[in-house]
């Protein structure tokens, strides 16, 4: 074996122990959304993880067909009808974009996702790409949420763990739903409250908990009032919806981005997580995802390891029927990156049923 082949593969059992690990301790990403009353619904999302996930930016073209995954009896297929743009996760998944009809959709670590007993009955799909599939083929929430139940959910595998999540969707018109596949069955919350996701434990634990320590009255909105900080999932939650009630009406869509990243919570780098082992680990806020479903500019601020910068991207103007990526975690990306991008297949390209031109 040469040299170079024996540092590949170090290189390799390395990541994957990183990887485990990281499944094993992180509980990560937030996700708000603001439907204003003049400037359209802005959606806010960070992710945060404890070793770099190495993300692209994906810009993918309609009329193309996947396979939703490897293995089962019936095994979800769909060829794209909308064009969008996908930030992805390890080369191998999508985690959040919206398309050109105005629906997005986000994936988040939940500890509790589990596919239950297999069903032959049921349509097979792999978490991985849960959020291409709803953004190739629905233009709204209440679309999206039709027939869910006959489809099965497959967790992810990659190095040795396995990656578990739950979704949320919004649209263009202010609607939002919240979808958990546990124990083999959809757990889904349809509405526009529904405005803020984090992590485990399930969706209606942090309602339960939302509703016992949030102000009762508007007068208990300041500094006086307490509010706990940490970086755990329940308390996020907790922080964020606090932060989100407080927005008032943006004067543009620039003011009202920021208004919506200014109120998304940010775990700061190195900060302690929780034991693993024996050991304390960490987890941070890699980058945050901010856009406006009319406008449909994706916006990303990257910070992490020796990257801090911020960029945006003009889908508009890559919406022509090619596909681009970037890669998203680049020091060189600033400004507007619109122009940057290379006209290449991204990573869905791996789950095509076509050929690949």
């Given at each position: 074996m040469t040299l170079l082949a024996k540092k590949s593969l170090v290189k390799i059992a390395v990541g994957a122990v990183l990887f485990t690990s990281a499944i094993?301790?992180?509980?990560?990403?937030?996700?708000?959304?603001?439907?204003?009353?003049?400037?359209?619904?802005?959606?806010?999302?960070t992710m945060d993880w404890m070793v770099e996930t190495h993300p692209t930016i994906d810009v993918r073209a309609k009329g193309i067909s996947y396979r939703g995954a490897e293995s089962g009896?019936?095994?979800?297929?769909?060829?794209?009808?909308y064009a969008s743009i996908l930030t992805t996760f390890y080369g191998k998944a999508g985690i959040d974009g919206f398309n050109e009809a105005g629906l997005a959709a986000n994936a988040l670590y939940?500890?509790?996702?589990?596919?239950?007993?297999?069903?032959?009955?049921?349509?097979?799909?792999?978490n991985s790409r849960v959020i291409p599939y709803f953004l190739d083929n629905f233009s709204s929430v209440k679309a999206a949420l039709v027939g869910l139940d006959d489809i099965q959910i497959q967790l992810f595998s990659d190095a040795g763990g396995k990656l578990k999540g739950h979704y949320s969707l919004q649209?263009?018109?202010?609607?939002?739903?919240?979808?958990?596949?546990?124990?083999?069955?959809w757990h889904i919350y349809h509405g526009a409250q529904y405005d803020v996701l984090t992590n485990s434990p399930e969706f209606s634990e942090h309602l339960k908990n939302w509703d016992a320590k949030k102000p009762t009255q508007q007068a208990q909105f300041s500094s006086e009032f307490p509010l706990a900080g940490n970086v755990g999932p329940g308390e996020r939650f907790v922080w964020n919806k606090y932060m989100l009630a407080q927005l008032q009406e943006p004067s543009s869509i620039i003011n009202g981005l920021a208004k919506i990243d200014?109120?998304?919570?940010?775990?700061?780098?190195?900060?302690?997580?929780?034991?693993?082992?024996?050991?304390?680990?960490g987890y941070a806020t890699q980058y945050t995802l901010t856009y406006n479903l009319e406008q449909r500019e994706l916006n990303m601020r990257y910070q992490y390891g020796d990257v801090y910068t911020q960029f945006k991207v003009d889908f508009n103007k890559l919406n022509d029927g090619k596909n681009y990526t970037l890669k998203a975690d680049e020091q060189s990306n600033v400004g507007d990156m619109t122009s940057q991008f290379k006209q290449q297949n991204g990573v869905m390209a791996q789950y095509r049923i076509n050929s690949i031109e």
């Open positions: 094993s301790a992180v509980q990560a990403c937030s996700r708000l959304i603001w439907d204003t009353a003049e400037h359209g619904v802005f959606v806010s999302r009896d019936k095994v979800m297929t769909w060829t794209s009808k939940l500890n509790e996702e589990s596919s239950g007993e297999y069903s032959a009955d049921k349509v097979q799909l792999e649209d263009s018109s202010g609607d939002s739903a919240i979808l958990e596949f546990i124990d083999g069955k200014s109120s998304t919570y940010k775990v700061p780098l190195d900060a302690a997580n929780r034991m693993v082992n024996g050991k304390m680990t």
